[in-house]
């Protein structure tokens, strides 16, 4: 059993087929791919291939698993794991027994769980600065975070926006300098280091963001059309933390076969991989995975 068809997932259970094995792969959300549906942006380090987007590249892989014969369940919500057992129980009451299970649960985007982030979802949350720029073209906007994504979505929407206002909680940016060095010609992007987005102000839309600098000074609010926030991901691992030895971040924590410190558990893609997540080691770690599975199974 394979839980999660991103990519890790679904290479996963490709691998799985081709070896001849018999697979399952669960899938919460209606639709297969995980992350790549919020890859908006050009895909050209996937080697051999090139994408506009997630989107082409999960065509790209439906093409290769189309005539694959495992099983996959969408829209399946799982409401227990025990790991030792091998035993999926689902949320219509179905259990599920393997003999090995794979976990491919992926990330999700980190909240900084403020008054107004979830209320203004949808109304002024700006997703992604390449899909939504031109939708909040002329608006002044806010992008909270520091490292490579929150950088590079400020320099996207600097494009079409008056101002661009980076609230950083370090003292320091963290992204690489071939995007901190295109800040400097920026003039519209303001950069607010050592500060904090503490609440985000508005009636129907957003309407402000509401800063709090420097320890000591005192907060102001700033008008803005809309808020990005890229403060990193969080693995999906609430499901087996209890059961499963985790690092400091909650990532499941793998030997060089993939496999968690319960046997035959395997943790696949980004929510064992905190240091490179790719979309190359996702695909990468789920072969591996699978041929450890069916080696051991044929030394049976």
Known sequence: IIIGAGPAGLSTAFWCDELGLDTLVLEQSEKVGGQLHRVYNPINNYLGLEASNGAELLEHFAANIDNAEFDLWTQTTISSVDLKAKRVSLAS?????????????????????????????????????????????????????????????????????????????????????????????????????????????????????????????????????????????EPNTELFREQLETDAGGYAVVNSQHETNVPMVFAVGDVSNPVAPTISGATGAGATAAKVIASRLNAK
């Open 93 to 233: 009451g179905e259990n599920l027994q393997s003999i090995a299970l794979v976990i491919a649960t992926g990330v999700r985007p980190r909240e900084l769980g403020v008054p107004g982030e979830q209320e203004f979802a949808g109304k002024g949350m700006i997703e992604s600065g390449a899909r939504d720029r031109e939708l909040f073209g002329g608006h002044d906007v806010c992008v909270v975070g520091g490292g490579d994504a929150a950088v590079e979505n400020a320099l996207l929407l600097a494009e079409v926006c008056p101002t661009v206002t980076l609230v950083h909680r370090g003292k320091k940016l963290r992204a690489r300098r071939e995007f901190t060095g295109r800040l400097q010609s920026q003039h519209c992007i303001t950069v607010f280091t050592e500060s904090v987005l503490t609440r985000i102000i508005g009636g129907d839309r957003v309407e402000a963001v509401e800063i709090q600098r420097k320890q000591g000074l005192k907060p102001f609010q700033l008008a803005v059309g809309g808020v990005l926030i890229r403060i990193g991901v």
